[in-house]
């Protein structure tokens, strides 16, 4: 049935399938290693089966948004440590 909670399952498979290089298939497991921990959190309740416990559009884009800039920060901390040993 079309609805809400379709709607978020199918962002957080896409954004699983992205962070992972691989479709949620079968029992979903953490991908520790390529995602980030709040993220992660966001993704296993929007992947589950039932309905019920998948969170908001929000709440899942809110998830996103906090990894994304997560993300961007280790990054820049890692660009700034590399260029300090560089120099």
């Given at each position: 049935?079309?609805?809400?909670?379709?709607?978020?399952?199918?962002?957080?498979?896409?954004?699983?399938?992205?962070?992972?290089?691989?479709?949620?298939?079968?029992?979903?497991?953490?991908?520790?290693?390529?995602?980030?921990?709040?993220?992660?959190?966001?993704?296993?309740?929007?992947?589950?089966?039932?309905?019920?416990?998948?969170?908001?559009?929000?709440?899942?884009?809110?998830?996103?948004e906090l990894a994304a800039a997560q993300a961007a920060r280790a990054a820049a901390t890692a660009a700034a440590s590399?260029?300090?040993?560089?120099?």
């Amino acid at each position: 049935q079309p609805s809400a909670a379709a709607d978020v399952y199918a962002l957080a498979a896409l954004a699983y399938a992205a962070a992972t290089g691989h479709p949620p298939l079968g029992q979903v497991t953490p991908e520790r290693s390529r995602v980030a921990p709040s993220l992660w959190r966001a993704l296993s309740r929007a992947l589950d089966a039932w309905p019920g416990p998948r969170p908001s559009m929000d709440e899942l884009a809110g998830a996103v948004e906090l990894a994304a800039a997560q993300a961007a920060r280790a990054a820049a901390t890692a660009a700034a440590s590399t260029a300090d040993t560089s120099s």
